[in-house]
């Protein structure tokens, strides 16, 4: 769905759907009545404006992951409720100099948050501008996990599965198990990809293709590097371009050893582990190969140039709750309350934080409404500027951001992306003002 004279005006159904997966009838839920839901091209500037309508039994709410739209109104709602058999119309006015780039939306409803995504409330927004790389082949690929009970409902998750983060026993591409995928070979390809699992690592691969990443988040690289493949924590987006070569390959996730919480007490099994994802089938006439592997760079401005007025420190914590009470999550050893504040910043400054990490598994640190940039990684600065909005801080290691509150006054949210951990209480408050 594009934006028409500046305004993308739609409509976002939640339901209990019944959907084929692996020939399997899923009883999912859906926006629309599919998994994914709609994508959204945007331009900056526009204005988006979504009713949506709660055909759920449950209360939910709808969050565009990564906009940098202002929390005041209803633009950024983790605090807002919208029962069952309800409507509401979000608005979402994007600035005319937001950065193009892939984005994602998904309910944000606390306490429901990694059920209704596991269960498939989820879609892709593209925000786009005129000067997007004259288009190879496009391709939105949105990968989630999900695991079906025999009946085909999405199954229950145990205590010990929602400690370390649920990881389903499918993996979907574009709500598809396992699909075939066809292209021309020599054909240049655009692919927007979206970790959407609740709490999957993927490190993505198409061994045999040359890949380069052009973009993650909202992070554009100088020039298209290339890559033999890309980390995606829950909740980050990449934006590639791929030479498709004559053969049958695959995409794939190489694994990612994320650590788990509390050693021995949980669970066994690899999480994060190799899978197959698709199968990529590349024939046909060859396409002729320019040998140009151009992409649209925005450059990107550096926070560092400006330097913070103001330094904070935040620390990720897991621990237990006496004897038998289960693990409390938290940030700062406080698990989330939506009426506290837990940092109050000025508008208009530049903050740098510190985030640390000292539990025994990664965990994928993501700031709402704020523009946040990567410095350094484990006590080494990075050379290039990094726009990501979700940055993954590994067991034991810490990370430095700079957050750009230039704009948008209001109340709004950090958390981790492993959604059962935000869900447990590992979220956090932040107010620009
Ligand atoms: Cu993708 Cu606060 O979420
Ligand atoms: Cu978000
Ligand atoms: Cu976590």
Not at 69 to 76: A, F, R, T
Not at 293 to 322: E, F, K, W, Y
Not at 374 to 381: F, I, N, P
Not at 417 to 426: K, P, Q, R, Y
Request: hydrophobic share 35%; glycine share 12%.
């Amino acid at each position: 769905l594009r934006s028409r004279d500046g305004v993308l005006r739609t409509e976002l159904v939640a339901s209990r759907t019944e959907v084929d997966i692996a020939g399997v009838a899923g009883r999912m839920l859906t926006y629309n009545g599919s998994v994914p839901g709609p994508t959204w091209i945007l331009r900056p500037g526009d204005r988006l404006e979504v009713r949506l309508v709660n055909n759920l039994d449950e209360p939910t709410n709808v969050h565009t992951h990564g906009l940098a739209v202002s929390p005041e109104g209803n633009g950024d709602n983790p605090f807002l409720s919208i029962g069952p058999g309800e409507n509401f119309d979000f608005r979402f006015d994007v600035p005319a100099d937001h950065p193009t780039g892939v984005f994602w939306y998904h309910p944000h409803h606390h306490g429901s948050v990694p059920d209704q995504v596991f269960g498939g409330l989820y879609g892709t927004i593209l925000v786009q501008d005129e000067h997007e790389a004259p288009s190879p082949r496009d391709r939105v690929l949105v990968i989630s996990d999900v695991t079906l009970s025999s009946d085909g409902a999405v199954a229950q998750v145990s205590h010990a599965q929602t400690m370390n983060g649920r990881e389903g026993e499918l993996l979907l591409v574009n709500g598809q198990s396992q699909p075939l995928l066809s292209a021309r070979p020599g054909e240049l390809e655009r692919w927007r990809v979206v970790n959407a699992c609740t709490s999957r690592y993927l490190r993505l691969a198409a061994p045999g293709q040359d890949i380069w990443l052009v973009g993650m988040d909202s992070g554009h690289e100088r020039t298209p590097r290339p890559v033999d493949d890309v980390l995606l924590a829950p909740g980050n987006r990449a934006d590639l371009l791929v030479r498709m070569r004559r053969g049958t390959g695959e995409l794939a996730t190489l694994g990612y050893d994320r650590g788990r919480g509390m050693m021995g007490m949980v669970g066994s099994g690899d999480l994060s582990g190799p899978a197959t994802l698709a199968t990529l089938v590349v024939d046909g006439d060859d396409l002729p190969i320019d040998g140009r592997v151009s992409a649209q760079r925005i450059p990107d401005r550096d926070l560092r140039d400006r330097g913070p007025d103001n330094r904070r420190d935040i620390t990720m914590t897991m621990g237990m709750q006496g004897m038998g009470a289960g693990m409390v999550f938290g940030f700062d050893d406080r698990p989330f309350d939506g009426e506290r504040t837990d940092q109050s910043v000025t508008t208009g400054t530049v903050e740098e934080w510190t985030i640390r990490n000292p539990t025994t598994m990664d965990h994928p640190f993501h700031l709402h409404v704020w523009p946040m940039q990567v410095v350094e990684e484990h006590g080494r600065s990075v050379d290039e500027p990094m726009w990501r909005d979700v940055v993954n801080v590994t067991a034991g290691g810490s990370i430095k951001v700079l957050v750009d509150f230039a704009r948008h006054p209001g109340r709004s949210v950090y958390h981790c992306h492993i959604l059962d951990h935000e869900d447990a209480g590992m979220m956090a408050v932040v107010a620009s003002g």
